[in-house]
T-cell receptor
Framework: GNSVTQMEGPVTLSEEAFLTINCTYTATGYPSLFWYVQYPGEGLQLLLKATKADDKGSNKGFEATYRKETTSFHLEKGSVQVSDSAVYFCALEGSNYQLIWGAGTKLIIKP | DTGVSQNPRHKITKRGQNVTFRCDPISEHNRLYWYRQTLGQGPEFLTYFQNEAQLEKSRLLSDRFSAERPKGSFSTLEIQRTEQGDSAMYLC?????????????FGPGTRLTVL
C-alpha cells in the first residue's frame, strides 16, 4: 500500500543554516505530494505541493522537487530562521483524496 | 472567521462513556475528512465525505465510531464506549472540489483524553 517515510527528528540547526528534511514514499502510480507544517500551538497548514514528476513546489523560501526515480520529495531551505521552528509533515494523496502522512519531523532552530 | 472550526477543543471522559465531536467546514467546501493523530505520529485517515455521502471509511474506524454529515454541512464524529486507546487528537479537514486538487484546510482539532 501507499506509505510515507520521513527522517526522524528532532533536527536542530543554527539560524541561517541550510535545511534538508528527507521524505521518501511508496505508492501506486504518481500521487500528488505535499509538505504540511504545524507551528507550536497551531493547526496543520499546507506549506507546498507538487502534483506530477519533476514539479518543484515552493513557498516561504522552502522548496521540494517531486523525484519519481528516487521516489523522494525532500524539503529544503537555504537559510532557516528561528520562526521556522515547527513540525514538518510529508504526505501523499491516496485514493478518494485522503492524505497519507509521514510521522513528522520536529525542527528546532537556535539563534 | 472563515476557517474550519472544531468543538470542543478538549474532552476528558471516563472509559466506557460516549463522546461526540463537531466540525464546521469552510463554507462551500464539499469534501470533509476526519483524521486521528497520536503523539509523535502523523495523522491517520478515518473517513471521508463528499457532501452528505460518506464515501470511504478506514479499517481503523471500528464499529464504535460513527460519523455523519447531514445536509452536507457540519459533521459529527461519535465514539461509543470509549477506550483508553481512543485518546488522541481528532482532526477535521475540508476541501473544495471541482479541480484535480485543492488544498485541505485543517481545523485546530479536538483532543480526547480517556481516563
Amino acid at each position: 500500500g501507499n506509505s510515507v517515510t520521513q527522517m526522524e527528528g528532532p533536527v536542530t540547526l543554527s539560524e541561517e543554516a541550510f535545511l534538508t528534511i528527507n521524505c521518501t514514499y511508496t505508492a501506486t502510480g504518481y500521487p500528488s505530494l505535499f509538505w504540511y507544517v504545524q507551528y507550536p500551538g497551531e493547526g496543520l497548514q499546507l506549506l507546498l505541493k507538487a502534483t506530477k514528476a519533476d514539479d518543484k513546489g515552493s513557498n516561504k523560501g522552502f522548496e521540494a522537487t517531486y523525484r519519481k526515480e528516487t521516489t523522494s520529495f525532500h524539503l529544503e531551505k537555504g537559510s532557516v530562521q528561528v520562526s521556522d521552528s515547527a513540525v514538518y509533515f510529508c504526505a501523499l494523496e491516496g485514493s478518494n483524496y485522503q492524505l497519507i502522512w509521514g510521522a513528522g519531523t520536529k525542527l528546532i532552530i537556535k539563534p | 472567521d472563515t476557517g474550519v472550526s472544531q468543538n470542543p477543543r478538549h474532552k476528558i471522559t471516563k472509559r466506557g462513556q460516549n463522546v461526540t465531536f463537531r466540525c464546521d467546514p469552510i463554507s462551500e467546501h464539499n469534501r470533509l475528512y476526519w483524521y486521528r493523530q497520536t503523539l509523535g505520529q502523523g495523522p491517520e485517515f478515518l473517513t471521508y465525505f463528499q457532501n452528505e455521502a460518506q464515501l470511504e471509511k478506514s479499517r481503523l474506524l471500528s464499529d464504535r465510531f460513527s460519523a455523519e454529515r447531514p445536509k452536507g454541512s457540519f459533521s459529527t464524529l461519535e465514539i461509543q464506549r470509549t477506550e483508553q486507546g481512543d485518546s488522541a487528537m481528532y482532526l477535521c479537514a475540508t476541501e473544495a472540489s471541482g479541480v484535480s486538487y485543492n488544498e485541505q484546510f485543517f481545523g485546530p482539532g479536538t483532543r480526547l483524553t480517556v481516563l
